[in-house]
């Protein structure tokens, strides 16, 4: 089979995908799944060569992180947060911290010749969770408001608060204190934090501002707006790389500069971002099913795979649990919530970014072996769980409104 077939095939793929969008949003079949197993099944049809697929997933993939990063971080409801905050505040603050315990307590039991701090790293990187995995429960007006807003608030959040403690553990994996390349990791993992909040937040109020400014004189127009974020999405990663910040963490922070800086949510912008981003998401998926999993499905073990399976049933859904003691949320509530924290883009983009910033890491293949099968299981397991738990079990959520 010739790469032109490959690509008419993708082609094809896309052109149903959207036709029957909305249908798909009620069956087992999600649209990153359905990507997913399609690069996956080109790759092992020896379609394209991985080499190349493996270079454009690395450029698409930072491209993808900085505007999903950027878009959720601007899209949050604040003024929805100050009214019913309760459930994302402990989902995030306290549920995230002991998903990333709980997961390096389960490998350090799991992989015993791994350095503790590898270990941990490991645990950050299947901690965040991706919304465009449980569209089907996100969207699904069957499913009480308020879980709805606690599992996108916690999705577009906890990547912003998971790679600090990303590329603090990777630091910290190859020596902590040491030097490493003619540095000091810890004191350039928190310079890195710091500095690319505080550009990005800069940034993003700033161009916020402008942006404002220009709509209410009358001097933008509304069409080309969607052109403007992403162009501050960019800047704010660049600028920040430049001067020595986060460029991920400088745009998540620049998303929420400028949505602090809107009176009102626009949702002309907001599904311009959400265009944008599920057309990179989606492409992502491909890639990632096309250059990672082949590799990934080699390096299955046993302990790998118990590994994914805690993560998956075990470390998630009891953080969860836990975080939401003392709150007003039921045990139905709670095991939904605990769920519905499919591991996706973000595991695979944070276990790619580490490994090329950190060529040192003991066991960097089978890191990212293991990022990207859990994000295959978790494609497989919760995109064929959300629309029929949405369905049958978000009414009987009660005490959710």
Not at 236 to 252: Q, R
Not at 263 to 272: A, P, Y
Not at 332 to 348: E, K, N, Q, S, Y
């Amino acid at each position: 089979m010739t790469q032109e077939t490959g690509l008419l095939i993708i082609g094809a793929v896309a052109l149903l995908y959207a036709a029957f969008a909305r249908r798909l949003t009620t069956s087992v079949l999600t649209g990153p799944m359905l990507f997913l197993i399609l690069g996956w099944l080109l790759a092992e049809m020896d379609v394209f060569q991985l080499g190349g697929a493996q270079k454009a997933l690395h450029i698409l993939a930072e491209i993808t992180l900085v505007i999903v990063l950027f878009s959720d971080a601007s899209i949050i409801d604040i003024g929805a947060l100050r009214r019913r905050h309760v459930w994302p505040q402990r989902t995030l603050l306290l549920g995230l911290p002991l998903a990333m315990l709980l997961g390096t307590l389960v490998g350090i039991v799991l992989l015993p010749d791994w350095p503790y701090w590898e270990v941990a790293l490991v645990a950050a990187i299947l901690a965040p969770t991706d919304a465009a995995l449980g569209q089907a429960v996100v969207t699904n007006p069957a499913v009480p408001r308020r879980v709805r807003r606690a599992l996108d608030v916690e999705s577009g959040v906890n990547d912003g608060l998971t790679l600090p403690a990303v590329l603090l553990f990777g630091g910290l994996s190859v020596g902590g204190l040491h030097q490493v390349q003619d540095q000091n990791w810890l004191l350039f993992t928190v310079w890195q934090i710091g500095f690319g909040i505080c550009i990005g937040a800069a940034l993003g109020w700033g161009g916020g501002r402008c942006l404002a400014w220009a709509r209410n004189r009358g001097f933008s127009a509304a069409g080309y707006e969607g052109i403007a974020l992403i162009a501050m999405a960019g800047l704010c990663y660049l600028i920040s790389d430049i001067a020595g910040g986060n460029g991920f963490l400088a745009a998540f922070a620049g998303g929420a500069g400028f949505g602090a800086t809107q009176d009102s949510r626009d949702h002309q912008l907001r599904e311009f971002m959400e265009s944008e981003g599920t057309i990179l998401t989606l492409g992502t998926f491909l890639l990632i099913g096309l250059a990672l999993v082949p590799r990934a499905v080699d390096a299955i073990s046993a302990p790998v795979l118990c590994l994914i399976g805690a993560s998956l049933f075990v470390v998630r859904p009891v953080a969860i649990w836990l975080s939401l003691i003392g709150t007003d949320a039921s045990g139905p509530v709670r095991l939904f919530i605990g769920w519905f924290g499919p591991r996706g883009l973000a595991t695979v983009l944070f276990a790619l970014l580490i490994v090329d910033q950190i060529e040192s890491l003991p066991h960097r293949e089978v890191i990212v072996a293991i990022a990207t099968l859990t994000a295959l299981a978790s494609a497989l397991l919760h995109g064929a769980t959300a629309a029929i738990a949405a369905r049958r079990f978000g009414p009987r959520l009660d005490g959710a409104e």
